[in-house]
């Protein structure tokens, strides 16, 4: 029997020192139900230590993706408080084992919703969205993972930075979308990459939400997942993501 609070223990120190640990799958046999408590439980040490809940991110909602990291499912994680990063901030690259960085849109939610919602419906539940960036860092060796390490591990997530919030737009085709490693393009995209049109990401966010009974509140940030690879990042470094007509959002690493 799999051991949902030591599985939590270990990826939260991990974190925590910035030490990678081996795959759980390489040494016990995990559901993906029980990765799912392995995350919540991660989520709740994160809570005792003071951080709160402000957000869900979504993974693999784009071909590159699925295909950079070889998983095929959609995966949901947890943004906590102290992964917000400003604007234009800077990191310290040793907080992390392996980060990588990612460009995404990010949506604000206007008024809670605990139910699944559709991807016109959704539209009426956000009052802005944003070019952001996801700084990703596997807590695995190698960053290599199964699906369920990976949602035991909350989808990789250590940071997200969203650039100026702007009106919603009721189609989000055919945006093109950016990374940008010191202000040269690494990886370009289309919004369409994810899942041909990000408004059906922030659907299956609210389906996902309401089946794993974590409600998405009002002022909630939810990241639509990348539209293209993610990058390995250095210190000295400087990050960004552009999406058309939404402008930029950048880190740099120390
Ligand atoms: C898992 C997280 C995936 C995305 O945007 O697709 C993700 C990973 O790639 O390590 O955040
Ligand atoms: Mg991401």
């Known amino acids: 029997m799999a051991n949902i609070k030591e599985i939590a223990q270990s990826l939260?120190?991990?974190?925590?020192?910035a030490k990678p640990i081996t795959q759980i799958s390489l040494e016990q046999n995990l559901s993906l139900d029980q990765a799912y408590e392995v995350q919540k439980e991660l989520i709740n040490l994160r809570i005792n230590?003071?951080?709160?809940?402000?957000?869900?991110?979504?993974?693999?909602?784009?071909?590159?993706k699925m295909q950079q990291?070889?998983?095929h499912d959609l995966i949901w994680g947890r943004l906590t408080s102290a992964m917000l990063i400003p604007n234009q901030n800077t990191t310290a690259r040793s907080?992390?084992?392996h980060p990588r960085v990612e460009p995404e849109i990010c949506f604000r939610i206007a008024k809670d919703i605990n139910r699944e919602l559709?991807?016109?419906?959704?539209i009426e539940y956000v009052d802005a969205v944003a070019a952001a960036i996801?700084?990703?860092?596997?807590?695995?060796?190698?960053?290599?993972f199964s699906l369920e390490d990976v949602v035991a591990d909350n989808c990789s997530s250590i940071g997200f930075a969203v650039g100026d919030w702007m009106p919603v737009q009721t189609?989000?085709?055919?945006?093109?979308?950016?990374?940008?490693?010191d202000g040269k393009t690494v990886a370009s995209g289309s919004s369409n990459d994810i899942m041909n049109n990000p408004w059906k990401s922030l659907a299956a966010a609210t389906r996902l939400a309401a089946k794993y009974g974590e409600p998405i509140k009002k002022g909630m940030f939810i990241m639509a997942g990348a539209a293209t690879n993610a990058e390995f990042i250095q210190a000295n470094?400087?990050?960004?993501?552009t999406v058309e007509s939404m402008g930029e959002v950048s880190v740099s690493f120390k």
């Open 237 to 241: 470094q400087s990050a960004s993501a």
């Open 118 to 122: 559709n991807e016109s419906e959704v």
């Open 12 to 17: 939260h120190q991990a974190a925590h020192q």
């Open 134 to 144: 996801e700084i990703i860092d596997s807590r695995y060796q190698n960053f290599k």
């Open 49 to 64: 230590e003071g951080e709160t809940l402000i957000g869900l991110k979504m993974g693999f909602t784009s071909e590159a």
């Open 171 to 181: 189609s989000l085709n055919d945006l093109n979308m950016e990374l940008l490693i």
């Open 69 to 71: 990291m070889g998983v």
């Open 95 to 97: 907080q992390y084992i």
